[in-house]
């Protein structure tokens, strides 16, 4: 090759270079920009493992909000088809508040909408994201990860009030579990508000709760079935359904007894109430989402 034909290709490559080395600081300012001037914050993964040993840490097995020291708050929430838990999280303004997410099943997208927290939330990893919160509100949190049927239903909220309110909100004793309070946050979104289900998908609950808490063993099947969940097609009048029932295994004895309570009479029937006894004596068990199918099969038969 020529000197000249060489010098040539050189000033090319050079200018190449330049360009090159330009687009990337460009890049490198928007993002810096962006990190002091919007407040933009970059998720870190706090922790990972299986989604056992994750579930299995105090801040999982119950949820919420945490005090960490002055002015200085943990949020955990766990996410599951398709809800948020806690649904709803109450938060001081102007306060540190570091969130921690981790997912029971697949994964699913946190959120907030109208602020620029959005993480993806993995089953087996703990998501880890600080914010301050300078107005007070109603905040929605969205799932903006397609997770399934009842993935547009996956609706959490974040209240950020007064520092004062908040103390004075604050239970002093935890009273018995509401009934309805616990299908609302945790059975609403699939079965709806009133039990009437999804055609094909989720099976309705208004009264066919209370046939199945007659038949023998029903009450006993009801119990596992939010205990382990529920896997494989059930036929109800003629309807048949797919959609898969998780376990609930984080919700206490006593509200699994108070929101049978509230499944069973949803049609207005009555009948005796679920115990805590009841729940204790079938947690445990160990059964598997399809044991549940077959004990199904066991009280309405075929
Ligand atoms: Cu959870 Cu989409």
Same mark, same amino acid.
């Given at each position: ?12 490559? +050079? $200018? ?10 460009? &890049?490198?300012? &928007? ?12 998720? /870190?993964? =706090?922790a990972r493992g299986t989604p056992e040993q994750l579930l299995a840490q105090t801040i999982f097995t119950d949820p919420g909000v945490r005090?960490?020291?002055?002015? /200085?708050?943990?949020?955990?929430? @766990?996410?599951?088809? #398709? ?15 570091? #969130?921690? %997410? ?30 301050? &919160?300078? +107005?007070?509100? +109603? ?25 004062? /309110? ?5 239970? @002093?004793?935890?009273?018995?579990? !509401?009934g309805a309070a616990v299908y609302a946050s945790n059975c609403a979104s699939c079965h709806g508000a009133n039990g009437a289900g999804v055609?094909?998908? &989720? ?15 029903? $009450? ?6 939010? %205990? ?22 984080? %919700? ?17 029937? !009555? ?7 009841? @729940?204790? =004596?079938? +947690?445990?068990?160990?059964? =598997? ?7 199904? /099969?066991?009280? @309405?038969?075929?």
């Amino acid at each position: 090759m020529d000197e000249k034909h060489h010098d040539q290709i050189a000033k090319w490559e +050079r $200018r190449w270079i330049a360009g090159s080395a330009l687009m990337t600081l460009t &890049f490198v300012f &928007f993002i810096a920009y962006s990190l002091a001037t919007e407040g933009a914050h970059i998720a /870190q993964s =706090a922790a990972r493992g299986t989604p056992e040993q994750l579930l299995a840490q105090t801040i999982f097995t119950d949820p919420g909000v945490r005090a960490t020291g002055p002015n /200085q708050y943990d949020v955990s929430i @766990v996410g599951q088809a #398709f809800v948020w838990q806690p649904e709803t999280v109450r938060v001081p303004v102007d306060a540190e508040i570091t #969130f921690y %997410l981790t997912a029971r099943d697949v994964i699913h997208g946190w959120q907030v909408e109208n602020t620029n927290l959005n993480v993806e939330v993995i089953p087996g990893e703990v998501s880890r994201l600080q914010t301050t &919160f300078s +107005r007070p509100g +109603r905040y929605r949190v969205s799932c903006n990860e397609y997770c399934g049927i009842g993935h547009q239903n996956m609706i959490g909220w974040i209240e950020v009030v007064p520092a004062s /309110q908040l103390v004075a909100e604050v239970p @002093v004793e935890t009273g018995p579990a !509401d009934g309805a309070a616990v299908y609302a946050s945790n059975c609403a979104s699939c079965h709806g508000a009133n039990g009437a289900g999804v055609a094909g998908v &989720f099976p309705p609950l208004a009264g066919h709760a209370a046939d199945l808490a007659a038949l023998d063993g029903g $009450r006993t099947y009801l119990i596992d079935t939010l %205990l382990y969940g529920l896997q494989g097609a059930i036929v109800i009048d003629g309807t048949s359904y797919s959609g898969v029932m998780p376990a609930w295994p984080q %919700l206490s004895d006593d509200a699994i007894a108070a929101v049978l309570d509230h499944i069973v009479t949803l049609d207005g029937s !009555d009948g005796p109430e679920f115990t805590v006894e009841e @729940v204790e =004596a079938e +947690r445990g068990k160990g059964l =598997a989402a399809s044991d549940v199918l077959t004990l199904r /099969q066991q009280v @309405v038969g075929p």
